[in-house]
């Protein structure tokens, strides 16, 4: 199975400062026949399920706002925040679909500073 | 969004069995592979068991492998998990998921 590792397990951010999550896998996520990275990035606030905010490494889900955004490429991968709001603590998980199982990291838990 | 629905779950006694259920109405099974995860309280997701699209290959975490069944009703447009001699250990919400489709997670309590 593909290990995910991220980093830091926990953050704290002023309001309107930015917030940058790394994720990194033990193996290449980059397909090569579709130059696609197949790591998703995900939010999970209490009582609720995941939601998918980031997928193919950096494209940003419908609806999601922009002030989320994703970068990296075949193990290295990073989730950014670039002015935290409020309503953004929550625990993060990156995700890798691209062999199965579809494996986590261990999540990092945003808070306010 | 969530567009999965999931029921079963609840209270079982240790050694006991439960089958979660895993439908949807705008979703169809047929095309997507599905995974069912787990979260303890205050940790992270566990992967649980996939089924492929065609239901034909399934995989299993060690920690169920042999306990638990994972199938899938493409007519009914519905994926299952059946978990058996259920542990202390299992208890834990379950969802069951196809990236970013997900359901709204079952509780499974195991206690005497």
């Known amino acids: 199975d593909i290990e995910m590792t991220q980093s830091p397990d926990a953050l704290a951010v002023s309001l309107g400062e930015r917030a940058t999550i790394n994720c990194k896998s033990s193996q290449n996520l980059l397909y090569a026949s579709n130059n696609k990275n197949y790591l998703g990035w995900y939010q999970q606030k209490a009582g609720q399920p995941p939601k998918l905010l980031i997928s193919?490494?950096?494209t940003r889900e419908s609806g999601v706002p922009e002030r989320f955004s994703g970068s990296g490429s075949g193990t290295d991968f990073t989730l950014t925040i670039s002015s935290l709001q409020a309503e953004d603590v929550a625990v993060y998980y990156c995700q890798q679909y691209y062999s199965h199982p579809d494996t986590f990291g261990q999540g990092t838990k945003l808070e306010i500073k | 969004q969530v567009i999965l629905v999931q029921s079963g779950g609840g209270l079982v006694k240790p050694g006991g069995s439960l089958r979660l259920s895993c439908g949807a109405s705008d979703f169809s099974f047929s095309d997507y592979y599905i995974n069912w995860f787990r979260q303890a309280p205050g940790k992270g997701l566990e992967w649980v068991s996939y089924?492929?699209?065609?239901?034909?290959?399934?995989l299993y975490a060690d920690s169920v492998k042999g306990r638990f069944t994972i199938s899938k009703d493409n007519a009914e447009n519905s994926v299952y998990l059946q978990m058996d001699s259920l542990r202390a250990d299992d208890a834990a919400v379950y969802y069951c998921?196809?990236?970013?489709?997900w359901g709204q997670g079952t509780q499974v309590t195991v206690s005497s």
């Open positions: 998921a196809h990236i970013g489709y």
């Open positions: 193919w490494a950096s």
């Open positions: 089924i492929s699209a065609d239901g034909k290959s399934r």
